[in-house]
């Protein structure tokens, strides 16, 4: 194993080999036609990439070194505050991997290029994650069921309610259970266990008298015993449960409308865990009281966390039940008040405590339910809708970032494209400022063509990273957009640096790690090839870009100092050249999935000079500046970050 700063694909005396071939290549070309011609250029690029001033102006890629056996799907990907990288495949978006229960996470260590495998006890695909204020990561929600494609499913199936006219106690029916219905005579059998709860008294409010049971209920995904169309129904039925006697019999029934051969979307899972830095494992908690598949968690201005959204263990929407865990108690809450958004909602923190939905999401969901951005207080669930957005039908897919300095509350919202596996995508960002007295959005400037799943990371010079993406749905059409880009929200321009050399889509997102590179993994066509007709591989390469300011001669170095810094307080570090210092801010570290990372901000800090370093000021702000680990970070007078710095916010 390496022991130095990973740094992959370097080589020496390349460029000078590079060079003459290329020299060889364009004399050779003349006699050779377009093919010999595009391979010189080709090998021209390769050398002109690599020369140190074109690394200088536009940055540089590398693959990362990975073993084969740490090559997973990667999902889902946090920076802990250990310096490593937790990536998240569960299954991996492979149906093989979810059959044979093979769930993967591997951490990854970007000082030494160390790789270890993680057990993951559940399917953590398409779970949701933040940042705890202990530094620990929560992770809620998963794949209980893969889905069915329309012409896919062989066995009729639906949703079963499940009635309780017991008011007594509740009823627990195992998985296998047979409903038989009453009026077609067709058989449904449970796949998994269900709770009905117990019926509750109904008494008349004036007189006391008692009026009736109103059932306990129970909901549960049921197939048809046998194969075929003859055993789906078309109407609502009443069920008769197998294998009760007596006043059970009468008591517990089951309620279903169509059971058919139709599309069966992903389901969800209740399970939660804390993945521990230190310990390097995933620690059981309470799960929640809704399954969720592609929640979103949210920290909220106390630690603790909000989860809301996502398809539950039937593979429906959840309906607007939101829920609210507590680190101390490891333990959920229903937060009493119901609103309703499509998977993956991105909602930030905002300074004030309330939340900010920027209308960004990764589909699933009615199309005219929760897609409308705004300003939403947990308190009362009023939501104030923030109008002026473009392309507001293209917001599926579409990235949303906290623009630096996380004081001003300006958010962009980058790309995008339509509902559901619709053609269309959008160019435009969009700026809106929560400060302002009537805030709306306005546009920005804008990408150079409509790009769905583009990854936003906030970087320690204060610019904005946006890389990656696709023109079409999953890459459809061979519609990678192999580009990279700064946005400079002073400017509020882009400039066009470095490509990638991999295209990235569906189930890709981006880190930034401790000493200033951005790590981008993931990407699942759908297709292989232009004409659609291959299907798609996903993509394990994970590539690392090194912006400009990593190749300019000097950098502050910090050293020293408290490991943590309270709200208000300040804290005294060493720092090499600390004339030249001109800022200081504390980066949250990503946890990122689907192109959504509400964790990552940039909070600006007071800066005083000491004789050999700086002092700095934390905001009192529990809202602006949300407990937990921060990387800090220093910059010069060219911009030049130094490595960051960690630092715990209690």
Known sequence: MSTMPVRPNHRKNRARRVAISAAVVVVVAGFNGPAMWRFGSEQYHDYKINK?????????????????????????????????????????????NFDAKKFESVLWDPKTNDFKMIPTPKDMFCAGHTQLPDGKLLVAGGTKRYEKLQGDATKAGGLMVV????????????????????????????????LVEKAKKVFDKKTGKFLRNDPGLGRIYVEAEESGKEYETGTEDNYRVQGLNGADARNVYGIAQKLALDKKDFQGIKEAYEFDPVAEKYIT??????????????????????????????????????????????????????????????????????????????GYGPANVGRVPGVWDLKTNKFDKIPGLSDPDRMETSATVM??????????????????????????SRLVDLKAANPRFKDGASLEKGTRYPSASLLPDDSVLVTGGSADYRGRGGSNVLQARTYDPKTGTYKRVADPAVGRNYHSGSVLLPDGRVMIFGSDSLFADKANTKPGVFEQRIEIYTPPYLYRDSKPEVSGGPKAIKRGD?????????????????????????????????????????????????????????????????????????EGVWVEVP
Request: overall charge positive.
């Open 570 to 642: 300040t804290g005294t570090f060493k720092v090499k050249n600390a004339a030249s210092v001109k800022t200081a801010k504390l980066l949250r570290p990503s946890a990122v999935t689907h192109v959504t990372d509400t964790d990552q901000r940039s909070i600006a800090l007071d800066m005083k000079k000491t004789a050999d370093g700086i002092q700095v000021t934390v905001p009192k702000n529990r809202a602006l500046v949300p407990s937990g680990w921060y990387m800090l970070f220093v910059t010069d007078d060219k911009g030049t970050p130094s």
């Open 163 to 194: 009635h309780n006219e017991d008011p007594d106690e509740p009823k627990t029916l195992p998985a296998g259970t047979k409903f038989t219905g009453k009026q077609g005579g067709k058989t449904f059998v449970s796949k998994d266990p269900v």
């Open 52 to 96: 140190p001033e074109y690394k200088a102006a536009n940055g540089h890629w590398d693959f990362l070194d990975v073993p084969a056996e740490y090559k997973i799907n990667t999902i889902h990907a946090a920076l802990l505050h250990t310096g490593k990288v937790l990536l998240i495949a569960g299954s991996g978006n492979n149906q093989k």
């Open 285 to 362: 908690v309470d799960p929640m009281n809704e399954a969720r598949w592609y929640p979103t968690l949210t920290t909220l201005k106390d630690g603790k966390v909000l989860s809301l959204s996502g398809l539950d263990e039937i593979g429906q929407i959840v309906p607007g039940k939101d829920e609210i865990y507590d680190p101390k108690t490891k333990t959920w809450k229903y937060t009493g008040i119901i609103r309703k958004f499509p998977t993956y909602p991105a909602i930030f923190l905002m300074d004030n405590g309330k939340l900010f939905y920027s209308g960004s999401n990764a």
């Open 403 to 428: 623009l630096p300095p996380a004081q001003d509350q300006r958010f962009m919202v980058i790309g995008g494209g339509g509902v559901g596996e619709s053609e269309k995508a959008s160019e435009k």
